[in-house]
Every structure is written in C-alpha cells, then in structure tokens.
C-alpha cells in the first residue's frame, strides 16, 4: 500500500533554500567586513543580477524578447531624480514612486508593442527606448543631453556620512536582489506561473488549454517594466549622475543582461544567477585586456550557445532536472506493508 502526496521541496531544494538564507545574511553584514571597493562591485552585481532575473522572466518564460529594456532602467532613473530634484521628494519615498510610474508608463507601451510579433517586436521595444532617450535629452530641468547630477543636500539626506551612504546603497541593492529574485519565485510558484511555464513550453497548446496568452504576458511586461525602473532609481542613486546616453544605454543595461542570461540558461531562475557571477568573474579578470575582453565575452557565449543552448543550468542540471528553488510539483510517496492484523 504506498501512501501518496504532491510537493514542491526535494532535499536538493531545502538544503539550497538553507544555503541561499544563509548567504543573504553574510552579504548583508557586508559592510563590517568588506572593503568600499568591494561593496560598490557587490552592489553592482546584485543590481545586474535583479536586471537579468527580470529579463529571463519576460523573454525566458513569457517569451517577450525584448532589447529596449533600458527604456525602463533609465526611466527609472530619470523619474528618481526628477522627484527628488524638480519635486522635493525623500530619495526613499522616490523609489517605490518611481517603480510605480514605470510600471504605469509599461502598460501603455505593452499595448501598442504587442501588435508587433518576432524581430518585430524586438525592434518595436530598441524603438521606444530611443523614444525615451531623445525625451529625456529634451528635459532641460535636468541637464536636457548633458545630464546632471543629484545635488549635495539630496545626497546628504540619505544617510550621515560617506561610509553609511554607500552601506545603505548596497543595502538597497541587495535588498532589490532579493525582493526580485523572490517575485520571480512567487509567480512561477502561483497559477500565473503555471501559465508561463505553459507559455515556455509551447505557446500554441496553452493557448488550446484556455490560457489568455495576451493577458498573461501584458502582467508580465508591466510588472518587469515597474521593477526594471526600480532598479534604474538604485544605479543611478548609487552613480549620483544621470545622463540620457548612459540611463538608455543598450549595451550596459540590455546586451550585457541578455549576455548574462543566456550563458546562464534562459528559462530558469537559476540560469541568470549563475549567468551574472559568470559574467562578472570574466569582466574583473579580463577588464585590463581592452577589446580582448569583450571578444571573450563573445566567444563563451558562441561556445556555450553551440555546446548546451540550456546554458551552465542546463549542463548542470542535466536530464534529472534538478532544481535549486522549490517550483516544480512532484509526486513522492512511500509504501508501506499491508495490516493482516
């Protein structure tokens, strides 16, 4: 007689769920133990590795690939400085405003975008953060194409002194991380992540199956687009400068991230985790080559994409579909000898 029960959480999952609280702790004592260098890069790696996350739930699962992403970074960091500037607003209460707004301006943009299928659609989305780009050069309050920089009482207001300014900055940083990572988990985990999962797999029998394609994927892209500018207010919180060239840059906020998630494994939470330490373990030590850097970056990803097009999750995974965090149903059971009495 076996004894039957469905369940998300393996041994494999609960040691790493463990292992994950564990090092959130570590990284958040950070400040006591590292180094001002060594909390800017961590910062900087937390806030791509929130950006990467995000972009593989909207390509990797909803299939929206998109490469104006930066539209919503710079937004993000255009709209956070525009309320703590123009508009006198405390630098923490200007974040979640401005994740708000993003998402606000995201669904608009959905809606006139996804009348756009394919390459289309990719070239609809570099379409709009130009749009963007060329707005915000027009914004002369703040620096029209030349940018500007957050003012000293601004920055100040943050926190008192040099030392606790950047602890809270990667503070925040880390805190996104987490937040990010952790929504993208509660979605997969909920009935709409059943859906996009559904979606991954074949959009043609999920439509067939009553899943509202549309729909689904409009959360989604609204949802990315207000934490995406979310994350734009940190980076450049953390810059103290902004300027439409590097708030709408595509090579920093979208090449690199797609370059992040597909070494990774696109379609997987873990693939844009592993993606981003990889790319920053190449950048901190081939940096000092020049150009040869970014042919290395080019050349792994050709070679990672030939040999397993699942990315490092993929060959690490394998074919017994192991998984980190606890998102896939499984049926586990015992059995146990019959009672005669």
């Known amino acids: 007689m076996s004894q039957l029960h469905v369940s998300r959480m393996t041994r494999l999952s609960t040691i790493s769920m463990a292992l994950a609280a564990l090092i959130v702790l570590v990284m958040a004592a950070a400040p006591w ?3 001002r260098a060594d909390l800017r890069l961590l910062g900087e790696i937390f806030l791509y590795m929130s950006l990467a996350s995000l972009w593989n739930l909207m ?25 703590t500037i123009l508009w006198g607003v405390h630098p923490y209460a200007a974040l979640p405003i401005a994740a708000a707004i993003g998402a606000a301006v995201a ?29 915000a050069s027009q914004v002369s309050a703040l620096g029209g194409g ?21 602890a809270l900055a990667y503070w925040l940083a880390l805190g996104v991380a987490v937040i990010v990572i952790g929504a993208v988990v509660w979605v997969l985990r909920s ?29 989604v892209y609204v949802v990315t687009g207000g934490l995406t500018a979310l994350v734009g207010a940190l980076i450049f919180l953390q810059k103290i400068r902004i300027s439409p060239d590097a708030g709408f840059s595509v090579n920093d906020w979208t090449a690199f991230v797609i370059f992040m998630v597909v070494i990774g494994g696109i379609g997987t939470v873990e693939g844009p985790i592993i993606g981003t330490l990889v790319y920053f373990l190449l950048r901190e030590t081939l940096a000092d ?3 040869v850097y970014l042919i290395a970056l080019g050349l792994v990803a050709i070679l990672i994409m ?8 993929g060959l690490i ?8 965090f606890p998102l896939s149903r499984r049926v586990q059971g015992q059995t146990k000898e019959p009672d005669h009495g």
């Open 306 to 313: 030939l040999k397993s097009p699942k990315g490092l999750w």
């Open 33 to 35: 133990w590292a180094s």
């Open 107 to 135: 669904a608009p943009v959905a809606v006139l975008i996804f009348r756009l299928r394919g390459a289309y659609f990719a070239i609809g989305t570099w379409v709009v953060a130009e749009v963007f780009r060329l707005t």
């Open 146 to 166: 030349s940018g500007t920089s957050l003012p000293v009482d601004i920055v100040k207001s943050l926190a008192d002194g040099r030392s606790a300014r950047e």
């Open 59 to 83: 390509a990797g699962y909803a299939g929206l690939v998109s490469v104006g992403q930066q539209a919503y970074v710079g937004l993000g960091g255009y709209l956070f400085f525009a309320l």
């Open 317 to 324: 995974r394998g074919a017994s579909g192991r998984e980190l």
């Open 191 to 219: 009935r709409q992540g059943v859906a996009l999962t559904a979606i991954r797999d074949n959009e043609l029998a999920a439509k067939s199956l009553g899943i509202d394609i549309w729909r689904t994927k409009f959360v």
């Open 289 to 291: 080559l020049g150009t």
